[in-house]
């Protein structure tokens, strides 16, 4: 079992920036792979970013490319999510989660441990 804890989430104005922490406990961290999915009111989850289990390896949606950054630190058994030039339709429950594959994959399924996600408002 692994358990993910989210935080860092809060209430910004476009343009501005935020940076959530995902804290991993149980077990070692780096035999995951890790992931950042968000789900907006009255949508489906989405893939955000990826992260392989070294940190060599990084994955992102189209619309968060140049503007997010997903990285990882092993000792602290944390992984991070930079979000700058944020904007209105980045609103959402922004959720970390771990997969025993080698660097993840784009979807839910490929994920099989799961935070309990934290609040992105960004406000035009």
């Known amino acids: 079992q692994v358990q993910l804890v989210e935080s860092g989430g809060g209430l910004v104005q476009a343009g501005g920036s935020l940076r959530l922490s995902c804290a991993g406990s149980?077990?070692?961290?780096?035999?995951?792979?890790m992931g950042w999915f968000r789900q907006a009111p009255g949508k489906e989850r989405e893939f955000v970013a990826r992260?392989?289990?070294?940190?060599?390896?990084?994955v992102y949606e189209d619309s968060v490319k140049g503007r997010f950054t997903i990285s990882r630190d092993n000792a602290k058994n944390t992984v991070y999510l930079q979000m700058n030039s944020l904007k209105p339709e980045d609103t959402a429950v922004y959720y970390c989660?771990?997969?025993?594959?080698?660097?993840?994959?784009?979807?839910?399924?490929?994920?099989?441990?799961w935070g309990q996600g934290t609040q992105v408002t960004v406000s035009s």
């Open positions: 992260i392989s289990r070294s940190g060599g390896m990084t």
């Open positions: 989660a771990a997969s025993s594959g080698r660097s993840g994959g784009d979807y839910s399924r490929d994920y099989i441990y």
């Open positions: 149980g077990r070692t961290f780096s035999d995951y792979a």
